[in-house]
Nanobody, 117 residues
Framework: VQLVESGGGLVQAGGSLRLSCAAS????????MGWYRQAPGKQRELVAI???????NYADSVKGRFTISRDNAKNTVYLQMNSLKPEDTAVYYC????????????WGQGTQVTVSS
């Protein structure tokens, strides 16, 4: 399985960005896709996940500002980020988990998001 992310960049506080992550390879129909982020000097943290059935879960820090969605036909997950804050600055990683309780996961290479104040 390969994950290719796109859409990062530099934006001013209050602005928006949309991240995309396309998966290819042998992908189970029960997979869970999500976004994690890692800021300098901090641990990687969950941003949002979405099951193949469309159930979502968000970190409290992004609720109401970020929206995760997916296109199962394209094996692609999106993260719409609105009202961005400087504290959202991080490298954002796409993850694909084979199924909800599986320990088998794949990661993208990461895409930088920088929010200036």
């Amino acid at each position: 399985v390969q994950l290719v992310e796109s859409g990062g960049g530099l934006v001013q506080a209050g602005g928006s960005l949309r991240l995309s992550c396309a998966a290819s390879g042998s992908i189970s129909s029960t997979n869970v896709m999500g976004w994690y982020r890692q800021a300098p000097g901090k641990q990687r943290e969950l941003v949002a996940i979405i099951t193949s059935g469309g159930t979502t879960n968000y970190a409290d820090s992004v609720k109401g500002r970020f929206t995760i969605s997916r296109d199962n036909a394209k094996n692609t997950v999106y993260l719409q980020m609105n009202s961005l804050k400087p504290e959202d600055t991080a490298v954002y990683y796409c993850q694909l988990r084979v199924s909800y309780y599986s320990a088998s996961v794949y990661w993208g290479q990461g895409t930088q998001v920088t929010v200036s104040s």
